[in-house]
């Protein structure tokens, strides 16, 4: 965490330049499930700002119990053909720093209410890996998670989404799959 303010600080000092909205919602609340895994994560902006704040919290139906982490970012506002970016550092509840790119764009061209997001994150760590949310799930041993989604909104406030996830090679193979999403917009 100590890397995150300065990180932050950086991003925020580079989008001095206003951007138009490009109409994503990013106050979400998502309920996850890939195989025997559930995921709740919650992400809300900071009033009149870019950065977002969230909290996750995944359980795979065993007895290790669950894992949760918190998270920061900040989205660039279509970056191009209106592309958001978001930048963010995650702190998980063991301590490992985790970092992601997302990209999201509305994919109203091809149909209404569609959504398409690209996504990356890992720790900096070369020794071992970490168990982190990313994309819905969380990754056992990774170092890296990326993941595809396409989602549907249904209206301003509900989506269902399915995404696609792949961890590294060092992984948890059973990590990898088809990872099924419900969101609510507040």
């Known amino acids: 965490m100590k890397h995150t303010l300065p990180l932050l600080a950086l991003v925020a000092a580079a989008s001095a330049q206003t951007a138009p909205a490009s109409g994503l919602n990013y106050d979400l609340l ?3 499930r890939h195989q025997r895994q559930n995921t709740v994560a919650i992400q809300a902006t900071l009033k009149d700002t870019n950065f977002v704040v969230g909290a996750v919290t995944s359980n795979d ?3 290790e119990g669950a894992d ?3 998270n920061i970012g900040y989205i ?3 970056v191009t053909n209106g592309i958001d970016a978001t930048v963010g550092v995650s702190q ?3 301590d490992a720093t985790v970092y992601s790119v997302v990209l999201r764009r509305q994919w109203n061209e091809v149909y209404q ?3 398409i997001s690209l996504g990356y994150a890992g720790t900096l760590s070369s020794q071992t890996g970490s168990d982190f949310s990313f994309g819905g799930t969380t ?3 990774a170092k890296t998670l990326t993941y595809v989604e396409l989602a549907y909104n249904v209206n301003k406030t509900f989506a269902v989404a399915v ?3 792949k961890p590294d090679s060092e992984a948890n193979d059973k990590d990898r799959g088809t990872v099924f999403s419900v969101r609510a917009g507040f």
Request: net charge negative; no cysteine; proline share 0%.
């Open 30 to 32: 998502s309920v996850s």
């Open 61 to 63: 139906n065993e007895t």
């Open 68 to 70: 949760s982490q918190i």
């Open 76 to 78: 660039f506002k279509n």
């Open 92 to 94: 998980t509840a063991y």
């Open 113 to 115: 209410g569609l959504e």
């Open 139 to 141: 990754g056992d041993n």
């Open 163 to 165: 995404g696609l996830v």
